[in-house]
């Protein structure tokens, strides 16, 4: 069974930072793309950074230049550092990895539980 375990979220003051990390455990073959979600109350779930096996970074143009989206495979863990945080980045963050268990077995989607950050003075 595969498990992805979110940390890092909490209370901080708008200008703050935070970093979220995400680890995946289990009997894992590989992993593909790995990517932060976050979800505001009567928001719908939306895509914040996704980073490729290789590296490739993407991000939503509202954290553009504040994000930064990393990932250690070794560890099969990915990072969220968020500087500058503003109030309407207030959302639980999920992430969600491409995983592999097997080889020639086709990759599934699995998300992590969730870790609540709140932006607040």
Excluded at 21 to 44: D, E, H, K, L, V
Excluded at 84 to 112: H, M, N
């Amino acid at each position: 069974q595969v498990q992805l375990v979110e940390s890092g979220g909490g209370l901080v003051q708008p200008g703050g930072s935070l970093r979220l990390s995400c680890s995946a455990s289990g009997t894992i073959f590989s992993i593909n793309a790995m990517g932060w979600y976050r979800q505001a109350p009567g928001n719908q779930r939306e895509l914040v950074a996704g980073i490729t096996d290789s590296g490739n970074t993407n991000y939503a143009d509202s954290v553009k230049g504040r994000f930064t989206i990393s990932r250690d495979n070794a560890k099969n863990t990915v990072y969220l550092q968020m500087n500058s945080l503003k109030p309407e980045d207030t959302a639980v963050y999920y992430c969600k990895a491409g995983i592999q268990l097997r080889a020639f077995r086709p990759a599934r989607d699995y998300w992590g539980q969730g870790t609540q950050v709140t932006v607040s003075s």
